[in-house]
């Protein structure tokens, strides 16, 4: 059959056949049924609200019994780990049975409330919450004794209900919504308080008298005159600008403040027993006079620092750490650094002096520095 007498044999309501496509109806449906390919979003709250829950949604799968988990343990242990255990209630685990437990962990579960069952706790020293879903805390009046108390990594905006513990000697809130530190008085023996990770700005210093005024830019870090015995202070990761209020502070020994928002040091108070400062990923451009003779780790790196300066009078200096900022001078190296007996360690990679000239970079600093046993990452291999 011809190809003229093939196309007048079709309905005339019917297109031509294309080469390589399948038949059509007079509309050019195929005989396929396509569906678009959309998204619908029927509980557009759980995207925003972390606390949503659907009534419909099928039941989560839980424990049968959270108190089977320590069938194992004798009534007479002094410690309890569950770690990564789902348990979701404390009450069910039915702790008053244990008297003599010292050491409590229950990290990475999913408790949002702290509530220990009455006649727990009397011996409890270490109290371990890390990483659980708890946004206020209470229910610690019992724990007279402890010493140790962890809460990182939770959902908690208020410090509170501590202030009674007056054994504690270390507490952890890293990794919360805590936006002011308060809330801490009375706490003489506190050794160790960490708040890295969190949400805490400087505030505005009050009026000392009401014919006075401040500086609205005068801020400080508020509400550690307590703590009279505290070594280390670890305030990395949050959003603080400016260092003042910490001249009470003479025992300390560690302080990091990391990942803030300082532009300058010239507000360090004396701290005449601080070993270690810590002030990477900050917006230094400039290094002050630092009133802390006892220094023996400096870590300045990742800022815009653009000279070596002020650094000569830390004779216990052990550690410098000041890779990725702007310095560029070997002299400056050499007269800051090179009269410092103890200093063992110093980074200083990524900076113009190291970039410009990688290959003789580190033979530059050990003509510069003769005593240090390790440039960067690599120890100087001793001939």
Not at 246 to 273: G, W
Request: negative net charge; charged residues 25%; glycine residues 4%.
């Amino acid at each position: 059959m011809s190809t003229e007498n093939h196309n007048e044999a079709l309905p005339t309501d019917s297109p031509p056949p294309r080469n390589g496509s399948p038949p059509r109806d007079s509309k050019g449906w195929d005989g396929k049924l396509r569906v678009e390919k959309r998204a619908e979003i029927v509980n557009a709250d759980a995207l925003s609200d972390p606390d949503y829950s659907d009534e419909d949604a099928p039941p989560v799968e839980y424990i049968e019994a959270d108190e089977d988990l320590l069938d194992d343990y004798p009534l007479d242990t002094d410690e309890i780990d569950l770690v990564h255990r789902r348990v979701s209630s404390i009450p069910s685990l039915r702790l008053e049975r244990f008297k003599a437990v010292e050491k409590l962990c229950l990290r990475q579960n999913g408790i949002a409330h702290i509530n220990f069952p009455e006649g727990f706790g009397q011996a409890l020293i270490d109290l371990d919450l890390y990483d659980n879903l708890i946004s206020h805390i209470k229910g610690l009046e019992a724990f007279q004794e402890l010493t140790s108390l962890d809460l990182s990594f939770n959902n908690i905006k208020h410090i509170k209900n501590v202030n009674h513990l007056k054994k504690l000697t270390d507490i952890y809130f890293v990794q919360n919504k805590i936006s002011k530190i308060e809330n801490l008085d009375g706490l003489s023996l506190l050794r160790n308080l960490e708040l890295g990770a969190n949400r805490i700005r400087v505030r505005h210093a009050p009026l000392t008298h009401k014919l006075q005024t401040t500086d609205p830019q005068e801020q400080e870090i508020e509400n550690l005159d307590s703590l009279t015995n505290l070594e280390e202070l670890w305030l990395g990761k949050n959003k603080i600008t400016e260092i003042k209020n910490l001249t009470h502070l003479t025992t300390l020994k560690i302080l990091d403040l990391k990942s803030n928002r300082l532009t300058t040091l010239s507000h360090l108070p004396p701290l005449p027993s601080l070993q270690e400062l810590y002030l990477s990923h900050n917006a230094l451009s400039a290094l002050s006079a630092l009133p802390t003779p006892s220094l023996r780790v400096l870590d300045i790196s990742n800022n815009k620092i653009q000279h070596l300066e002020h650094l000569a009078p830390l004779s216990l200096l052990e550690e410098l750490w000041a890779s990725s900022n702007l310095l560029d001078s070997f002299e400056e190296v050499e007269r800051e650094l090179g009269g410092i007996e103890g200093l063992e360690t110093v980074y200083l990679e990524a900076n113009p002096l190291q970039l410009r000239g990688p290959a003789v970079y580190r033979n530059k600093v050990r003509l510069a520095l003769p005593g240090v046993r390790q440039i960067d990452a690599a120890f100087v291999r001793v001939e």
